[in-house]
T-cell receptor
Framework: SQQGEEDPQALSIQEGENATMNCSYK?????LQWYRQNSGRGLVHLIL?????REKHSGRLRVTLDTSKKSSSLLITASRAADTASYFCATVTGGGNKLTFGTGTQLKVEL | SAVISQKPSRDICQRGTSLTIQCQVDSQVTMMFWYRQQPGQSLTLIATANQGSEATYESGFVIDKFPISRPNLTFSTLTVSNMSPEDSSIYLCSASATGPSPSGANVLTFGAGSRLTVL
């Protein structure tokens, strides 16, 4: 079953705008990761945030984690057409090594 | 990070037949996983491919339907057996170069996927 629910399901913005997508999960986690999937391709790891971290940055990406609300958000600043893709959160729980993926957000960045 | 090659990239198969998907990693990896992704949907873990032993299947997936091999640290196969149209999906191979850690930091690299259509 899905651990993460993401919203919005779809997001359309203009180039240069910021895009924010949210992920909620159900059980305690070790870490939460965000992946990008371009149409017809595999997933690419973007960023990982551990359960004891609250915010993390990588280039134009900013991830926050609120373990009390069991939620995370991914912010992409100054979006580009090349950011058009589906974005998935994924969680690792317990002492395991498996990732459970959320439902995904389809981002479209228009010129 | 590792580079994963999957083949075939796509195939159209007849009901009742079987198809084997190959996954080759360019370096030795600890963990390999097989996921299924139906069009426009999220990923569902099928199984963990264990080197030299039987795969570990998730609930709802069985070895008779999805036999998996992993003869070494760089290669794995997934077979979709006795296919039906419901098996039409994208099958994704993934790998982690590091084993499970106390922090559970298991970052995955994915192949491009194998798009399977069953008629």
């Amino acid at each position: 079953s899905q651990q993460g629910e993401e919203d919005p399901q779809a997001l359309s913005i203009q180039e240069g705008e910021n895009a924010t997508m949210n992920c909620s999960y159900k059980t305690s986690i070790n870490n939460l990761q965000w992946y990008r999937q371009n149409s017809g391709r595999g997933l690419v790891h973007l960023i990982l945030i551990r359960s004891n971290e609250r915010e993390k940055h990588s280039g134009r990406l900013r991830v926050t984690l609120d373990t009390s609300k069991k939620s995370s958000s991914l912010l992409i600043t100054a979006s580009r057409a090349a950011d058009t893709a589906s974005y998935f959160c994924a969680t690792v729980t317990g002492g395991g090594n498996k990732l459970t993926f959320g439902t995904g957000t389809q981002l479209k960045v228009e010129l | 990070s590792a580079v994963i090659s999957q083949k075939p990239s796509r195939d159209i198969c007849q009901r009742g037949t079987s198809l084997t998907i190959q996954c080759q990693v360019d370096s030795q990896v600890t963990m390999m996983f097989w996921y299924r992704q139906q069009p426009g949907q999220s990923l569902t873990l099928i199984a963990t491919a264990n080197q030299g032993s039987e795969a570990t299947y998730e609930s709802g997936f069985v070895i008779d339907k999805f036999p998996i091999s992993r003869p070494n640290l760089t290669f794995s196969t997934l077979t979709v057996s006795n296919m039906s149209p419901e098996d039409s999906s994208i099958y994704l191979c993934s790998a982690s170069a590091t084993g499970p850690s106390p922090s559970g930091a298991n970052v995955l690299t994915f192949g491009a996927g194998s798009r399977l259509t069953v008629l």
